[in-house]
């Protein structure tokens, strides 16, 4: 952020290396704890996100509860952090599934570092 309180696109290509390199640290502790792969994407701003859906419609709960088990484990104890798992909802024959890590940043509204979700086929059929 510049001194006068505007972001410009340097700002932002900071934000996305910094991020970057928070998923390259986040890759291979996952990695370590053998967790499945995810698609993760890279934002200039907001969260990481990572979306369980290159595995098959079975396989996307046991991906979600894995990363999501793991990052509670991991940052759930942690003063300046939340781990916020949302609850399940269904729509369109899916069941949507959201865990967001946040920092607390003082205003009273957590600030979103990492998101992972899953959309699952009620009938394990269905896919995106």
Not at 39 to 49: C, E, K, N
Request: net charge negative; charged share 30%; no cysteine.
């Amino acid at each position: 952020m510049s001194i006068l309180g505007q972001t410009d696109d340097t700002d932002r290509r900071r934000w996305q290396r910094e991020k970057a390199n928070r998923l390259i640290e986040l890759l291979a502790a996952g990695a370590n704890a053998e967790l499945p792969p995810v698609t993760w994407s890279v934002p200039a701003t907001g969260a990481l996100y990572a979306r369980a859906m290159d595995n098959e419609p079975s396989e996307r709960r046991a991906a979600f509860e894995a990363w999501a088990t793991w990052l509670e484990g991991r940052y759930g104890h942690e003063d300046r952090l939340t781990v916020e798992r949302w609850p399940e909802r269904e729509h369109g024959g899916y069941i949507h599934l959201h865990i967001v890590v946040a920092k607390n940043i003082g205003t009273g509204r957590p600030l979103a570092e990492i998101v992972v979700t899953a959309d699952v086929a009620t009938d394990d059929e269905g896919d995106d």
